[in-house]
């Protein structure tokens, strides 16, 4: 296959750059070795470049943007992947936080004299037309961990190298990068705690500003930015293809706005109320709901990981950072964790990163009436209720939600993960799957056979039935399904 695609790419290529304001695909072929180059930010070249966005949809600390602003005009590209939006766990309120967000970027940008092209369809396959269309020959991204982000990595690099561009990717979806941190004998940590003490240890690369001055190039057309609605209708940003409608459920009615100013806004008033200083105590308190309510921005690349580091330890009182500030940063290193273990079990997703002989259970029913916060059980039900109305729940209710479905009702993790995937604002592969997988005993906790009671969490946690009373209404409440 690569002997018969080969002769011919140099002009399939320029075929693409010709027709670059139409989204199009590309057929999939063999890959190459993932080859992540250091990030490079000398003098201005003479050159245009591209930067490919994925999940760093921000202007500050972005190691990319900082890269692709040194040449002469930088084309800055995000694409709607039609794959990714068609997968079965995509849901409204994640791609309405997605568009969101990328409206906030495009105003930044056009702010420092820059601009967001937005197409829709194959990220490979446009980012070459991209570079062809304005005689780039860089291409920049953040390199991520998931497998779907490292087939489009390598798909890219393999069409870059057939056409001698570079392919150039950046750190910046984690504090430490995940693949910084090893145990001797083995090429990840598989426990928590040995991995947060090389954690705290590990150095911390420099924070980088965001670009005073960009400059884009002309007459290209940037696209027009869908909303939800005329995404999910089959919307094309340059209306050059009629896409299929995406068939979404309305998102949540109480969810959370995305974008980079809207993430340092909430930041500003967790602090404001006291949040980080007294995270340690109150982060499980259910009914002060006292958390950040960031992971959504942190996974789209709204504030980087590493922003977030250090905003938390520039706000820290000196005595207090093991308590609050330490709590709180301790959250950023499970983030890491999980993309680390993602990193060398890219199937964590789908498959048990430690198999166990549990004979799960298949109820359609039963899972449903979990899904739909009916099954009788007041906190699990108040969890599941919560993720419907607000593409959000509280950490503490999300860990007892999943201990009921995977210990009690023996359904196995997958089942439970795709659905928060769907609705959560925040749904991220290594975190959603990895979180999953500890609870159910298959993942990297030391203690398998752990279960979170819900009656003993509800006393502990919510004790005067507030948090359940916000998503289930007064008691008394319904015990059956």
């Known amino acids: 296959m690569m002997d018969g695609h080969a002769p011919g790419h140099g002009q399939h290529c320029a075929a693409q750059a010709e027709t670059w304001r139409a989204p199009g695909t590309l057929p999939s072929r063999p890959a190459p070795s993932l080859l992540v180059m250091p990030t490079d930010t000398g003098a201005r070249s003479a050159r245009p470049s591209v930067l490919l966005l994925g999940r760093d949809q921000r202007v500050a600390d972005h190691l990319g943007l900082a890269a692709a602003a040194t040449a002469r005009t930088c084309l800055v590209l995000f694409v709607l992947d039609e794959q990714i939006l068609r997968l079965p766990t995509t849901g409204p309120n994640r791609v309405a936080f997605l568009l969101e967000s990328l409206a906030d970027l495009r105003a930044s940008l056009r702010a420092r004299g820059g601009e967001l092209f937005v197409r ?5 396959a446009l980012a070459l037309a991209a570079a062809h269309a304005v005689g780039a020959r860089t291409i920049h ?13 390598r798909a890219l690099a393999e069409r870059c190298a057939a056409d001698g ?29 040995p991995y947060w003490r090389a954690w705290t240890a590990a150095p911390r690369r420099q924070l980088a ?15 027009v930015l869908p909303d939800l609605a005329e995404l999910d209708a089959g919307a094309d940003p340059v209306g050059r293809h ?16 995305g974008g980079e100013g809207e993430a340092w806004r909430r930041l500003d008033a967790f602090a404001a109320r006291g949040g980080l200083a007294d995270y340690d105590a109150a982060c499980d308190d259910l009914a002060s709901d006292a958390t950040a309510r960031v992971a959504a921005a942190l996974h789209f690349g709204c504030i980087s990981p ?25 959250q950023l290193c499970w983030r890491d964790f999980f993309l680390a273990v993602t990193r060398s079990f890219p199937a964590i997703g789908r498959a048990d990163y430690r198999p166990r002989p549990v004979a799960w259970r298949q109820d359609p029913d039963e899972l449903d009436a979990w899904k739909q916060g009916r099954t009788g059980v007041s906190l699990v039900d108040a969890a599941m209720r919560q993720l419907l109305d607000e593409g959000f729940v509280h950490n503490r209710a999300r860990l007892v939600a999943s201990s009921y479905l995977v210990k009690t009702l023996r359904h196995h993790w997958s089942e439970g993960a795709a659905h928060y995937l769907y609705w959560l604002s925040d749904a991220d592969v290594a975190s959603n799957s990895g979180n999953w997988q500890w609870m159910a005993g298959t993942g990297n906790d030391t203690r398998p056979n752990r279960v979170l009671n819900p009656e003993r969490q509800a006393k502990r946690f919510d004790p005067d039935g ?7 209404g007064p008691p008394p409440w319904a015990t059956t399904h």
Do not use: M
């Open 466 to 472: 507030t948090y359940r009373s916000r998503y289930l």
């Open 209 to 223: 500003p965001p670009p005073d001055e960009l400059c884009a190039p002309e007459g290209l057309d940037p696209g």
């Open 306 to 330: 590493r922003q977030l580091e250090a905003w938390a330890l520039e706000h820290a009182d000196v005595d207090r950072v093991a308590g609050g500030v330490g709590a709180f940063v301790r």
């Open 242 to 257: 009629d896409f299929a409608p995406l068939g979404l459920a309305a998102p949540s009615p109480r969810r959370d706005t």
């Open 141 to 153: 991204l953040s390199a991520d961990v998931t497998s779907v982000a490292r087939r489009r990595h």
């Open 165 to 193: 561009i570079e392919l150039v990717a950046h750190a910046g979806v984690a504090v430490v990068d995940p693949d910084a941190l090893h145990p001797s004998g083995g090429d990840h940590y598989r426990v928590f705690t």
């Open 120 to 124: 829709r369809g194959d990220p490979a």
